[in-house]
């Protein structure tokens, strides 16, 4: 038997009872094992929204599964530079008009 617990969105530990069986019978339960999964790398930043105007830009995107451990921040790549955002939205200002930004 694997019971699972689960803390916002990540899977904190695992407990587990094992028995082995044979011909002769069941052996008895061992002792409560338990493993705390690791935290991994956020999951990629989806629905990102644009408000343009004239010549700046409002970001907004859905925070992604932060998966174990707080979202520290974001990067934004304006052109070739990377901005950092400390939450799920951005302003992006002195943009050149009908100029293309990846």
């Not at 019971?3 to 916002?8: E, H, R, T, V």
């Not at 082995?20 to 094992?33: H, L, R």
């Given at each position: 038997?694997l019971?699972?617990?689960?803390?916002?969105d990540?899977?904190?530990?695992?407990?587990?009872?094992?028995?082995?069986?044979?011909?002769?019978?069941?052996?008895?339960?061992?002792?409560?094992?338990?493993?705390?999964?690791?935290?991994?790398?956020?999951?990629?930043?989806?629905?990102?929204?644009?408000?343009?105007s004239?010549?700046?830009?409002?970001?907004?995107?859905?925070?992604?599964?932060?998966?174990?451990?707080?979202?520290?921040?974001?990067?934004?790549?304006?052109?070739?530079?990377?901005?950092?955002?400390?939450?799920?939205?951005?302003?992006?200002?002195?943009?050149?008009?009908?100029?293309?930004?990846?």
């Open positions: 038997m019971l699972f617990s689960a803390f916002g990540f899977l904190l530990m695992t407990m587990g009872f094992f028995q082995a069986i044979n011909g002769a019978g069941n052996s008895d339960w061992s002792p409560v094992t338990t493993h705390q999964m690791p935290a991994t790398s956020p999951n990629a930043v989806t629905n990102v929204d644009s408000t343009p004239s010549n700046e830009v409002s970001l907004k995107w859905a925070i992604p599964n932060s998966n174990g451990s707080p979202i520290l921040h974001y990067n934004v790549m304006v052109g070739e530079t990377v901005l950092v955002a400390p939450t799920n939205s951005f302003f992006v200002e002195n943009l050149s008009p009908d100029t293309h930004y990846k």
